[in-house]
């Protein structure tokens, strides 16, 4: 069973630039089911943020942070990552790394904790 450890998160000021990593253990991410980042606020429903599914390397991306956000992974599928740049306010979160069959929709299989980005203007 494959376990996830999320780090990367902190506080840094809009405009500013974060990499989450999520590291895989007991197990790697599987090159057929989605990889993805997701948040959530307390009190909000958990929105997707960005996928990527390494069988065909395709990746989306929430309209939200098209642009400032790059979903991306080692070769060894052990580690996901999630480059943030000009961070805004609205992108304070707790950031969770997840892989399963469905990012789109969120049923996903395997949770990370979670890292906290807070974000201030």
């Known amino acids: 069973q494959v376990q996830f450890v999320e780090s990367g998160g902190g506080s840094v000021q809009a405009g500013g630039s974060l990499r989450l990593s999520c590291a895989a253990s007991?197990?790697?991410?599987?090159?057929?089911?989605?990889m993805g980042w997701f948040r959530q606020v307390p009190g909000k429903e958990r929105e997707g943020v960005a996928s990527?599914?390494?069988?065909?390397?395709?990746?989306n991306y929430a309209d939200s942070v098209k642009g400032r956000f790059t979903i991306s992974r080692d070769n060894a599928l052990t580690a996901l990552y999630l480059d943030m740049s000009g961070l805004k306010p609205e992108d304070t979160a707790m950031y969770y790394c997840a892989t399963g069959g469905d990012c789109a929709g969120g049923r996903m299989d395997y949770w990370g904790q979670g890292t906290q980005v807070t974000v201030s203007s």
């Open positions: 990527l599914y390494p069988i065909t390397s395709s990746t």
């Open positions: 007991g197990n790697t991410f599987q090159r057929t089911n989605c």
